[in-house]
């Protein structure tokens, strides 16, 4: 059985950079949810427009679908994953040993960092939006961002 360590959260929250660091120290692959994004929903969020569940439908069908071609690796996913029905899309039909970790921060936090990410579509006016809809499980770890990049990692690798 092949291992999946799913690191979910807000856009602004680190699930980027922390999964690439985390995926080359365990050798994993990664996969970067935003890679998956079409278009049209890069084109709404550039524009401030909120994604719905529709959009994310097909957003979340197509990192499985990919998540399903590595059915024999150990994989990092770097996904916002914000409710329990876009998490359970994720990993349908996944036979694998699966880690969720959730990367949780204040908002203030992570609206700076927005604001200081230039090169990226999603921007701090939508983050709202993100925090109004996000369900934390009781199954997953909480990862305080606060915390450096190195340490966060650590502390994921200590938790496995």
């Given at each position: 059985m092949y291992n999946v360590i799913i690191l979910f959260g807000v856009s602004g929250s680190?699930?980027?950079?922390?999964g690439n660091q985390l995926s080359?120290?365990?050798?994993?692959?990664?996969l970067e949810g935003?890679?998956?994004?079409s278009n049209e929903n890069i084109?709404?969020?550039k524009n401030n427009i909120s994604l719905n569940d529709d959009d994310r439908e097909a957003w979340l069908d197509e990192?499985?679908?990919?998540?399903?071609k590595l059915r024999n690796k150990n994989v990092v996913i770097a996904c916002s994953a914000l409710k329990e029905k876009?998490?359970?899309?994720?990993?349908?039909?996944i036979v694998a040993k699966i880690e969720w970790f959730c990367l949780k921060g204040d908002f203030d936090i992570i609206e700076e960092r927005l604001n200081n990410r230039g090169d990226h579509y999603f921007k701090s006016a939508l983050l709202?939006?993100?925090f109004d809809i996000i369900e934390y499980p009781d199954y997953c770890r909480f990862i305080d961002i606060i915390e450096s990049p190195d340490k966060i990692?650590?502390?994921i690798k200590s938790a496995l």
């Open positions: 680190g699930k980027s950079l922390i080359k120290d365990l050798h994993f692959e990664f935003d890679d998956f994004h084109k709404k969020m990192i499985n679908k990919e998540l399903n876009y998490r359970k899309r994720l990993v349908k039909g709202k939006s993100q990692v650590e502390r």
